[in-house]
């Protein structure tokens, strides 16, 4: 049988099952008010190309909590700060966990990370390992070498680039992501052109840029569940193989601490694998939760963007439109020059660590 019939199938048996299952439970929820569903997709082609903007104009008409549904999915949309804000702050315990999906879950390691686990104990647990040894004064004074260097470093990297276009949004993702790589498992994980070729670095920013068009691609299986199994997209197959490769670079790190692990914790991993070894009765950590967490790091990559450059672009001539997907980006990517204000031995004399 041809695999479209076969999909058809499943969404006219998924429609069936569905309006069974809605007529067994009876009435639904007094949901809040929005635009009329189609039939199978919901309210998706009311999304448009850029859903923010949609979202919006949909308030306009139907209020600041309004409801929508996308394929099978029931979304209540907060469009103003006064609702966001009993979502968030007056009842966030109820609305703590978020959602996720297919493609989140196998990263996550089965939402075993702080930013999908399911509120409970297990996710207090991993928020304060968190706050107290990445986030807290202490670990800021602590690591406060770590962000002096690699910021000398990417002075002296501007600094030797004399007048020629850089781009500079790159640069600072570099540095920043080395500085938090060096926090978290002791490792710078990018190259910025100063080092020779590391072949784990260049392996991890593939990575992490198969993961942003992952991320950011329209997956129909979140809205159609029936047809997840289908894998029209490849999204899964090609999120399986990515979380395989993240997880033997994960490893290799876990393995790396294990062998020189001393007494004295360099970073966030070989305090998580110490209390991988609590003692009875304490709150132990799995080899799984830990890889999960590690994934902080390449969750804030996924949230840059770059900053490049066009010969002779002013400011009133920036075109300031939004391009929608994972992470917002302008649809024209804004170009800057870097010019040293100081003399270039002062650059050079704090490159060095």
């Known amino acids: 049988m041809s695999p479209w019939l076969i999909g058809f199938a499943t969404i006219v048996a998924a429609i069936l099952i569905y309006r069974l299952v809605r007529l067994i439970h009876g009435p639904s929820l007094p949901l809040p008010p929005g635009p009329r569903p189609w039939p199978?997709?919901?309210?998706?082609?009311?999304?448009?190309?850029?859903?923010?903007?949609?979202?919006?104009?949909?308030a306009r008409i139907h209020?600041?909590?309004?409801?929508?549904?996308?394929g099978f999915v029931d979304v209540v949309i907060a469009g103003s700060a006064s609702v966001a804000e009993q979502f968030l702050k007056v009842h966030d315990a109820n609305f703590s966990s978020r959602p996720t999906n297919p493609t989140i879950r196998c990263l996550s390691y089965n939402n075993r990370d702080f930013t999908f686990a399911p509120y409970g104990p297990r996710?207090?647990?991993?928020?304060?390992?968190?706050?107290?040894?990445?986030?807290?004064?202490?670990?800021?004074d602590q690591f406060r070498h770590v962000r002096q260097e690699e910021v000398a470093r990417l002075a002296h990297n501007l600094a030797s680039s004399d007048s020629k276009a850089v781009n500079l949004g790159q640069k600072l993702?570099?540095?920043?992501?080395?500085?938090?790589?060096?926090?978290?498992?002791?490792?710078r994980v990018f190259n910025d052109g100063n080092d020779s070729s590391d072949p784990s670095a260049n392996e991890f920013k593939s990575m992490v840029l198969d993961l942003m068009a992952l991320l950011g691609a329209f997956n129909i299986n979140n809205f159609i569940p029936a047809l997840e199994w289908l894998d029209f997209q490849r999204v899964q197959a090609k999120t399986e193989k990515l979380h395989k490769r993240f997880d033997a670079f994960f490893t290799t790190i876990l393995e790396e601490h294990k062998i020189s692990k001393s007494e004295k914790h360099q970073d966030l991993l070989s305090t998580m694998l110490s209390l991988k070894?609590?003692?009875?009765?304490?709150?132990?950590l799995t080899d799984a939760e830990i890889k999960a967490s590690l994934s902080l790091l390449v969750a804030i990559l996924a949230h840059a963007f770059d900053w490049e450059i066009e010969n002779g672009l002013g400011p009133e001539k920036l075109n300031m439109d939004?391009?929608?997907g994972f992470t917002m980006q302008r649809a024209v990517p804004l170009l800057v020059h870097p010019r040293p204000r100081l003399s270039p031995h002062v650059y050079s004399s704090s490159s060095s660590p």
């Open 277 to 284: 070894e609590a003692p009875e009765g304490g709150d132990k």
């Open 322 to 324: 939004e391009a929608y």
């Open 123 to 140: 996710w207090r647990l991993l928020r304060k390992i968190s706050s107290v040894h990445l986030l807290s004064g202490k670990a800021l």
């Open 63 to 70: 209020g600041p909590l309004m409801h929508l549904r996308l």
């Open 173 to 187: 993702n570099i540095c920043t992501t080395n500085a938090l790589g060096r926090v978290m498992i002791g490792r």
């Open 40 to 58: 199978i997709v919901g309210n998706l082609p009311h999304m448009g190309p850029m859903p923010h903007n949609a979202l919006a104009t949909l």
